[in-house]
């Protein structure tokens, strides 16, 4: 008996991070963008669908047997408000309505930090920022995993969805400069993460944050760890050299840094 995992934005940043990470004896990676995606290599287990988040019918077919879907799609960073309600909120809610047709029992979110952008990180506390912060989007982007969060609130409540939204920090090979020293989620634990969130028992609804065990760290990693994740990287080790390299940037005293200095509704640098 082999699971379906779909990963939806599989072609971007985090997806293909995961590729490697999430495959396991036994899964099938069903992976959908709108880009075209590299074939299986030697013994990968993958199913490879071009497809728009935004497409209902495209999405229930894609949807059709599998365990669970983890929905990275969509546009990762500020935009003009008409293509974030699109791809973000739309694109969210046709995932959901999809995995609920094809019988999908669970679906794992991308939310991020900017949903909560505007915070001072002065406020974190010595537990860090709990992970249910009330939102204080930073962008229209931040807007659009505000909503992202109440959809997958709305589809558990209503439908009976495990739903896990995960307020990503900065997923990358090393961390972005000096405020990834904070908000970094390796690869790894990223993987760990999302296995966290496909593993739990009966998760019901939740919210947590997605970083590593960061020394400089101000997010709450409790309500991550309540789900089974145990990270192991820490952006320490890269201080020195992001240090000598760079300096904190405006927006830095925000949770969600250069975002909230970006004009609302221009694309921004990553
Ligand atoms: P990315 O921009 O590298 O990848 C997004 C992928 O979604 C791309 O491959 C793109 O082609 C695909 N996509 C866009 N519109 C689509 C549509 N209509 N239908 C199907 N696919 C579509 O973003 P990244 O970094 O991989 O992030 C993945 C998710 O995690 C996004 O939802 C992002 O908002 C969220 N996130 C990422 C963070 C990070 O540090 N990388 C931090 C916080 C949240
Ligand atoms: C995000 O939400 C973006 O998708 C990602 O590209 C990074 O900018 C990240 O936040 C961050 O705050 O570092």
Known sequence: MTETV????????????????????????????LLDQPPAGPGE?????????T???????????????????????????EQILAVNVDGTRTVLEAARLAGVPRVILASSNHAVGM????????????????????TYYGVSKVAVEALGSLYHDRFGLDVVCIRIGSCFPEPPGVRGLATWLSPDDGARLFEAC???PSPGFRVVWGASDNTRGHYSLTEARA??????????????????ESAPAPGDALLGGGFTTTPVGEPNPL
Not at 8 to 31: C, K, N, Q, S, V
Not at 120 to 133: C, L, T
């Open 55 to 81: 497409d209902p019918a495209a999405m229930t077919a894609a949807c059709r047997g599998a365990a669970a879907v983890i929905h990275l799609g969509g546009i990762s960073r500020e935009a003009p408000w």
């Open 119 to 138: 915070r001072p990180v002065a406020e974190a506390g010595p537990g860090g920022v709990p992970a249910n912060a009330p939102p204080r989007p930073d």
């Open 6 to 33: 779909l990963v939806t934005g599989a072609a971007g940043t985090i997806g293909r991070l995961m590729r490697p990470r999430l495959a396991r004896p036994g899964r099938t990676l069903r992976l959908l963008d």
């Open 227 to 244: 789900l089974g994740y145990s990270p192991r990287d820490d952006a320490e080790r890269f201080a020195e050299k992001i240090l000598a």
């Open 45 to 53: 287990r993958i199913e490879l669908v071009t497809a728009s988040v």
């Open 198 to 200: 496909l593993a739990a």
